[in-house]
């Protein structure tokens, strides 16, 4: 498969890693939770794949890319700083968002991306008492920790939530973003 050549401006929705560390319960990976989805298939897409897929030429056509986790979360492949790299190289205006749980890696992996002027979304679902009720799994100090950390290096957060009756009192007292 090579995509080669669009007539219009695209914005690309890609999934790189079906591997997820967190276990929330509307997640189709899992079954409302736990256990987990046994016939769910596990790959992480290599940088590899990325350059055979995406074609310089269609790269530079792009207008952005969205590297979103529907099933997975892309902090679980390791290659996520060189895709985004390889994205970045080949276009250098185009718009890369990338939509987390955050709740892994290390602060090199959140420094390169901030590097790569990738945009991150990071998922924190209440404080530190609420967080967790729906991202199962994750730690709140440890997604905290890597956005601080993406943001100290220069990097461009957004705070993304789920508003449940549980954490929705608390939308007022996050402020670690602004």
């Known amino acids: 498969?090579?995509?080669?050549?669009?007539?219009e401006p695209v914005?690309?929705?890609?999934?790189?890693?079906?591997?997820?560390?967190?276990?929330?319960?509307?997640?189709?990976?899992n079954f409302h939770g736990y256990p987990y989805n046994d016939g769910y298939?596990?790959?992480?897409?290599?940088?590899?794949?990325?350059?055979?897929?995406?074609?310089?030429t269609?790269?530079?056509q792009l207008t952005g890319i969205m590297i979103n986790g529907n099933f997975g979360d892309c902090v679980m492949n390791t290659e996520t700083?060189?895709?985004?790299?390889?994205?970045?190289?080949?276009?250098?205006?185009?718009e890369i968002t990338i939509s987390t749980n955050g709740g892994?890696?290390?602060?090199?992996?959140?420094?390169?991306?901030?590097?790569?002027?990738?945009?991150?979304l990071f998922a924190l679902?209440?404080?530190?008492?609420?967080?967790?009720?729906?991202?199962?799994?994750t730690v709140y100090e440890t997604v905290l920790k890597n956005a601080k950390t993406f943001i100290k290096a220069g990097g461009r957060a957004t705070w993304k939530m789920i508003p449940f009756?549980?954490?929705?009192?608390?939308?007022?007292?996050?402020?670690f973003f602004k």
């Open 41 to 56: 298939i596990e790959r992480n897409l290599t940088l590899e794949d990325v350059e055979h897929i995406f074609l310089p």
């Open 11 to 29: 914005t690309l929705h890609l999934e790189i890693s079906s591997l997820c560390n967190a276990r929330c319960p509307l997640c189709p990976r």
């Open 81 to 94: 700083p060189a895709i985004v790299k390889y994205f970045r190289h080949h276009n250098p205006k185009l």
């Open 104 to 120: 892994a890696r290390s602060k090199q992996f959140w420094q390169q991306l901030a590097e790569l002027d990738a945009r991150v």
């Open 165 to 175: 009756e549980h954490n929705k009192h608390q939308i007022n007292h996050m402020h």
């Open 125 to 137: 679902d209440g404080l530190a008492d609420t967080h967790s009720i729906y991202r199962q799994d």
């Open 58 to 60: 269609f790269v530079k």
């Open 1 to 7: 498969l090579h995509i080669v050549f669009s007539p």
